[in-house]
């Protein structure tokens, strides 16, 4: 039973073909409307010499999602209609893989995880309608993995047959963006392993490159940093829900050979206070209470980044963890820095006054401390909008920043000449919109209302930037902060929406033929790729009533 | 048996545990506890002393031994009772609950005891658990009442290592609910949810002793279930072949909730959000799938039974007579909500009926309705409908009818002035889809009744409040909705747990013990975890952090 109050104005859509079911948007396809289907003895072909073993894995799993999809078309009898048409359809044999001649063989994983901008994911991919060899071609093995991925989203199920109904294709694709991210916040609440392996499969399926991991925060410290292992033994929630060196690899490795970099992120110098399990004298007002003087949210705690061993500890630190990530990227956060917190700790006071510092002069020099200890390891320093927007800290333009609390402070950020990364509340926090998660508070959650995929897939890249600026835009990201989350939720919370962001990412600011983007066109595709994602055992949520599923243009 | 229990005494949790350590939920009408460790002893029995024990009263001391073994549940502390491992491996030791029935013959078994008219079930227990290794007892002048003395004895013990121990012995409960309705209801029309998903929300239901699931199991988008001699409605009207419930499913479904202690309230929704009938009897259906949908109905598809036929109302008096003579209980909803008079104005056929009976809109519908809940009572049913039944058209309803309300938490007021028996169903405080965005494909806006309910809101709930004293024993209860616009299996257990346990709560416990979300909270997560550990997906309400360490992340702590 449902309101719905405001007056609507009803739009006859425009009913896409139907097999338009491609997520994201390649930049440029054009199809036709023969019927086609997959020969029982398809094959991939990989015409690449010595080919990297995750390029290889990569063709396996696509000829496992062919067969294991089973994904009917979403239409009201879910394509009986054309039973005849499918049967009489030709047989496409085989899809040849190959690289354009001249191109190196490497990795996807090593691809995965070089300097953003310098990735190559752009594919050619041709299917004819007369069953001749489909082809898929790309300069690298990352670019051969969108295209898969893509090649898997054409086919849907009726019976036992694996067909098209739009044969030809051809699609010449390249993401717009080459950030496009999702950020797991795992401190508050821990996730398994396995629940992180499904949502980069997920991130994956959808063209995302990035995870942002917001491993630790004041709650809990579960990462094993070699030579720091006191962190998490005295810091994790328990000694199961600690991520090893050995996890973080899997993790990682996981993570690159399906073209996702892991960027792990330690938050300092707020987002601390569990560092004072086992190094208490770097902390300052650890617990204190009320702990809103002194901290966003419970528990209270933050580095003393002005003592010289808590400066110490944190360059080392930084360097042990950059260690053990191939990402070329590293984290070190820089978000609601309490200053209350210092002004009454009587240890940061006394350095302050021993070094004739400021408090801004102070957090400069830690933070260059930790920026140049994760130069030194070859990573580039990514940071929170408030270490460039609130405080006077001097950071090279090669830093990334971080636009979180507010979409209209990107242009803050880009007039300073900072590459930026979308990740703003009012579009991509998923966590918004659950109510406060205080014990004994009725109110709303801080950045409510809830974000809808359709107000992220409203979010417009370039607003309020100047044509020079958007150079700096390196794409965006969903956010999800797990107060309220952990392995219950999370596909249900993360999925679809988080596929809104990475159409925007991928295809960018407009669609392919230069109009706006709109959600008419868009829901059809979102609801294949959901349905597409329960088939594989990800808990992406329902949209609508399958009703509108099968028949979008009914239900807006 | 006669319990007084108008006598609370909170218990004051000496020694090192933190008064987390009792952490029952709903909170018993009375409870005592101590703080002496009790551990299960090895060869730990529950012994049944009723003679001819029904089926599922066995079955449901099975299920209690093998939750008490395997729940594997820590204490909600920041060690998780690490620090009084020594204390637990050489306190005493509990061999032994004897389970009595204070016998009235013959002796019913639980689901005979939860197919009976609500106020004539007996629910009370008493559970005294002894803190020196006498054994435990529980006695209750019902079955049921056992299983829900049952279900409190499982939720006294946790883990360490080998032992499964109480921090709070000696504990004595005389408990009993407040509201004999204490529901949750579930639209599998929207989008449709498998019988595994529905006994795992009827197992978790019963772990917080609720007693009504309100199965709102058809509507415009989809009609999943099959009607024995017309089986084309579901044929047609489901999704797929695939997902209809059909006469066995219901029979199983039936079976499980009332083992469990769960009375299912079929609703079939009349005259409108009947839609997908249409699909087989397009000649019942007036103004099907009609555009813009906007003008014929609250939501797409547009669809309502023509009530003004004769035909029709004698269809709908038949198919509410089959699927009411499978159903156990003693309840039907023929649903009434949201009747669309537009739909009726523009169909010729209905206008045609109407001029050819001299009859009005609104007498139509009293014949609609005094038919369908005729049919009801031949059944032995008592007719359930949505407070627009009792409210904005002119029906005479039979004084038995119960009436939901859901519009908004005002509307009760003026329902009991009509002499009905209600079920609290308000939007503002008990919609679990609410806060999650329109649905609808291209609009951005919030959904219509924004924001989100979360679990302080649910357990701010009073069921009572404005309800004048002489109205107060016709408040049955209530329930939590799920509406499925935007939900299926994928998010079933995270959007209705543990926010409907809150409900759970104020519906079984004492006015006097609810509302106070800083204290209910440690005990919110206790029944939270304990879900999660038997596979419910019940979502994390703060960090694990607060979890453990309850009042700390409070506002102003």
């Given at each position: ?538 808990k ?17 | ?185 579930l639209?599998t029309?929207?989008n449709f949810y498998s019988v595994e998903d529905l006994k795992r929300t009827f197992d978790a ?38 997902l209809?419930y059909?006469?066995?499913d219901?029979?199983?479904l039936?079976?499980y ?225 799920l509406?499925s616009?935007?939900s299926d299996p994928a998010n079933l257990d995270?959007i209705v ?38 596979g419910i997906r ?20």
């Open positions: 039973m449902v309101r719905i109050s405001s007056s609507l104005v009803l739009v006859v859509a425009l009913v896409s073909a139907p097999c338009r079911a491609v997520w994201p948007n390649p930049k440029a396809m054009t199809t036709g409307s023969t019927f086609l289907q997959l020969s029982p003895s398809f094959t991939i072909n990989l015409a690449v010499t010595s080919p990297p073993s995750d390029l290889t894995a990569a063709v396996a799993r696509t000829k496992g999602f062919l067969a294991t999809d089973k994904l009917e078309r979403l239409v009201p009898g879910r394509g009986s209609a054309d039973s005849a048409k499918i049967t009489a359809a030709k047989q496409l044999a085989r899809l040849t893989v190959s690289l354009a001649s001249g191109s190196a063989v490497t990795s996807i994983s090593s691809e995965a995880v070089k300097a953003l901008g310098s990735r190559v994911e752009a594919y050619n991919l041709t299917v004819p309608a007369d069953g001749s060899d489909a082809t898929l071609k790309a300069q690298t093995s990352l670019g051969l993995l969108r295209g898969l991925t893509t090649f898997e989203q054409l086919w849907h199920t009726l019976g036992n047959a694996t067909y098209t109904t739009s044969a030809p294709i051809a699609i010449q694709d390249a993401p717009a963006f080459p950030y496009r991210g999702f950020m797991l916040d795992t401190a508050r609440n821990f996730f398994p392993v396995a629940d992180i392996k499904r949502t980069l499969d997920a991130m994956s399926w959808v063209k995302m490159n990035v995870l942002h991991w917001h491993v630790v925060d004041s709650q809990s410290f579960p990462l094993v940093i070699p030579g720091f292992e006191e962190l998490s033994t005295q810091g994790a929630y328990s000694p199961t829900k600690i991520y090893s060196v050995a996890d973080v690899q899997d993790i990682t490795s996981y993570a690159a050979a399906r073209g996702i970099d892991v960027i792990v992120e330690i938050d300092s110098p707020g987002h601390m206070s569990v560092i004072s399990k086992s190094h208490p004298t770097l902390m300052a007002c650890v617990e204190a209470t009320p702990w809103s003087n002194f901290a966003a949210e419970p528990p209270a705690g933050q580095l003393r980044m002005a003592s010289d061993d808590a400066i110490s500890f944190a360059n080392a630190m930084f360097k042990a963890a950059a260690s053990i990530v191939p990402s070329k990227y590293f984290s070190t956060g820089g978000d609601e820095v309490n200053s209350n917190c210092y002004t009454q700790d009587t240890v940061t006071q006394a350095a302050l006054k021993s070094k004739n510092l400021t408090f801004e002069q102070a957090l400069s020099n830690f933070v260059s401390g930790t920026h140049k200890s994760l130069a030194t390891a070859g990573k580039t320093p990514v940071v929170w909008e408030e270490m460039v927007l609130d405080h006077t800290i001097t950071l090279p333009n090669t830093t990334v920043v971080l636009v979180w609390q507010s979409s209209t402070n990107a242009a803050a950020v880009a007039k300073k000449g900072f590459q930026l990364v979308h990740a703003p509340s009012d579009f991509f926090y998923l966590d918004c919109g659950a109510g406060e998660w205080l014990g004994n508070d009725i109110g709303n959650s801080w950045c409510d209302p809830f974000k809808t995929w359709q107000k992220m897939y409203s979010f417009q890249p370039f607003q309020n930037l100047t044509t020079a600026q958007h150079s700096l835009v390196l794409g965006g990201q969903n956010l999800l902060w797990a107060e309220q989350s952990d392995a219950s939720n999370l596909d249900s919370i993360a999925w679809p929406r988080s596929a809104a962001s990475a159409e925007i990412f991928w295809t960018g600011a407009n669609q392919p033929n230069g109009v706006p983007r709109n959600s008419t066109e868009a829901l059809p595709r979102l609801h294949d790729i959901r349905f597409r994602m329960v088939q594989r055992g990800v992406a949520i329902a949209l609508q009533p399958e009703y509108c599923a099968l028949q979008p243009s009914k239900c807006t | 048996m006669i319990f007084t229990s108008t006598h609370i005494a909170l218990a004051v949790v000496a020694g090192s545990f933190p008064v987390s350590a009792v952490s029952l939920w709903p909170v018993p009408a009375s409870l005592t506890t101590g703080s002496t460790i009790l551990r299960l002893a090895p060869d730990f029995t529950i012994a049944l002393s009723v003679s001819n024990a029904p089926r599922d009263l066995v079955d449901a001391v099975i299920r209690t031994e093998s939750h008490i073994w395997n729940d594997k549940h820590r204490l909600m502390v920041v060690d998780r009772g690490a620090s009084h491992s020594a204390a637990i491996a050489k306190a005493p030791l509990l061999p032994q609950l004897n389970v009595q029935l204070v016998v009235r013959q013959p002796v019913l078994s639980i689901a005979e005891e939860t197919s009976k008219e609500m106020e004539k079930r007996s629910e009370e227990y008493t559970l005294t658990v002894p803190a020196d290794g006498r054994a435990a007892l529980l006695v209750a002048n019902s079955t049921l009442g056992l299983l829900r003395g049952l279900t409190t004895f499982e939720q006294l013990w946790y883990t360490l290592g080998p032992d499964i121990y109480t921090p709070s012995a000696p504990v004595t409960i005389h408990d009993k609910p407040a509201f004999p309705y204490r529901g949750f209801m639209d029309a929207r239901m019963s772990m917080v002793k609720m007693s009504a699931f309100h199965w709102h199991v058809a509507d415009s988008q989809s009609f999943p279930v099959e009607v024995e001699g017309y089986p084309e409605i579901a044929q047609k009207g489901a999704y797929d072949q695939e209809i059909t006469v066995t219901i029979k199983d039936t079976a909730a009332a083992e469990r202690g769960i009375d299912i309230i079929m609703e079939i929704d009349t005259p409108g959000h009947s839609g997908a009938i249409g699909k087989a009897y397009p000649e019942h259906v007036a103004c099907p799938e009609s555009r813009p949908w906007g003008g014929y109905a609250a939501e797409p598809p547009s669809g309502q039974l023509r009530i003004a036929s004769p035909d029709t109302v004698d269809f709908t008096s038949k198919m509410f007579t089959a699927l009411a003579s499978k159903m156990p209980g003693k309840y039907f909803s023929t649903g009434g909500d949201e009747v669309n008079i537009n739909c009726y104005n523009q169909d010729e056929a209905t206008q045609q009926q109407l001029k050819a009976t001299n009859k009005t809109l609104d007498e139509a519908l009293n014949t609609f309705v005094q038919a369908t809940h005729t049919a009801l009572a031949r059944q032995g049913k008592i007719p359930v409908v949505w407070e627009e039944m009792a409210l904005s058209y002119k029906v005479n309803l039979f004084y038995q009818t119960i009436v939901m309300i859901w519009i908004s938490s005002q509307s009760a007021a003026s329902v009991l002035e009509k002499g009905h028996r209600i079920v609290q169903a308000p939007s503002d405080y008990l919609y679990l889809d609410c806060g999650a965005g329109m649905w609808l494909g291209t609009s951005i806006g919030g959904s219509w009744c924004d924001p989100f309910k979360s679990w302080q809101r649910v357990y701010d709930y009073k069921p009572l409040a404005g309800i004048p004293e002489k109205h107060k024993s016709k408040v049955l209860g209530g329930q939590t909705c509406w616009e935007q995270s747990w543990p926010r409907t346990a809150a409900l759970a709560e104020v519906l079984w416990s004492p006015e006097n013990l609810l509302h106070n979300s800083s204290s209910a909270l440690a005990r919110l997560h206790d029944i939270r975890y304990r879900m999660v550990q038997r019940a979502i994390a309400l703060q960090p694990h952090w607060c979890a453990v360490r309850p009042g700390l992340c409070d506002a102003g702590a």
